[in-house]
């Protein structure tokens, strides 16, 4: 599917800026806080609001459940909460979108348990 591939394009750049920035120097670090992060989700909350087809998620499935795309969202979204560079609360205020996909992930059982056994 169309949106599901392109928004898999999109994380493919992101993904790739939250590793060099991450893993690299304590400038990297910063300007992963107060510059890439902020663009890089606000193109991702645009584009989640332009293209979905649910209420929430991008697309789902034929068996319901959302496909690569959301399920790349939330992996965006968890790995720079995880790794301090952003809070949940600033996605919740900036991002609807993403924190929209995010929070709806988190409710799958599947989900909600893998977390669960990180935690500790």
Excluded: C
Aim: net charge neutral; glycine share 8%.
């Amino acid at each position: 599917e169309f949106i599901q591939d392109a928004f898999a394009d999109q994380y493919q750049l992101v993904r790739d800026d939250w590793v060099r920035h991450t893993f690299g120097s304590d400038e990297d670090k910063k300007k992963l806080k107060e510059v890439v992060v902020k663009h890089h989700f606000k193109v991702l909350d645009g584009l989640i609001n332009k293209w979905k087809t649910g209420k929430i998620y991008l697309s789902l499935g034929k068996n319901g459940m959302p496909l690569w795309g959301d399920a790349a969202a939330f992996g965006i979204v968890y790995d720079h909460i995880k790794t301090g560079a952003i809070t949940k609360e600033d996605v919740d205020a900036y991002y609807p979108k993403l924190a929209a996909i995010y929070k709806e992930f988190v409710e799958i059982p599947a989900v909600s348990e893998w977390i669960a056994g990180k935690i500790g």
